[in-house]
């Protein structure tokens, strides 16, 4: 499995080199396109390996496949958030709040916190969220 994942990956980033190369593909204007060659197969990589990851843990769970979609875009947000410079504070609040968002949306918070957790190692298992009023609680609370 391993090795079908990252032979699809660098498949996937010698297409884009080539035709990057050869003048179809979107260019750099600095014109640096190993550079931009290089990045791109950062990406794919990673993004393969995320996939794969994630297939892995939804396997555990018994997701059906047509949910997969689903918690694929959510583990690839939740990467997004982890590259980026959060405090840890700052990133388990954005780590609820994707989990609100995509429980919302109709997944299950049991896989989308085990994703963070093994996937991530981000625990937001601790507490819950503060739970959101609706506007007519609100207008009580202020008139009380």
Not at 41 to 61: C, H, I, K, P, Y
Not at 72 to 95: I, N
């Amino acid at each position: 499995m391993e090795d079908r994942v990252k032979e699809r990956a660098e498949r996937t980033a010698e297409r884009y080199a080539s035709k990057l190369f050869a003048g179809s593909g979107g260019r750099r204007r600095d014109g640096n396109f190993q550079a931009q060659a290089e990045r791109f197969a950062l990406g794919v990589a990673r993004t393969t390996r995320l996939r794969a990851d994630t297939g892995t843990e939804l396997d555990a769970f018994g997701v059906p496949t047509i949910m997969r979609p689903f918690y694929y875009s959510f583990a690839l947000r939740l990467d997004k958030l982890c590259r980026e410079e959060w405090s840890e504070s700052s990133l388990w609040t954005e780590g609820h709040i994707l989990v609100s968002t995509w429980v919302a949306r109709g997944l299950s918070r049991e896989v989308l916190l085990s994703i963070a957790q093994d996937l991530f190692n981000i625990n937001l298992a601790k507490s819950e969220p503060p739970t959101c009023t609706t506007a007519a609680e609100a207008v009580e609370s202020d008139r009380g």
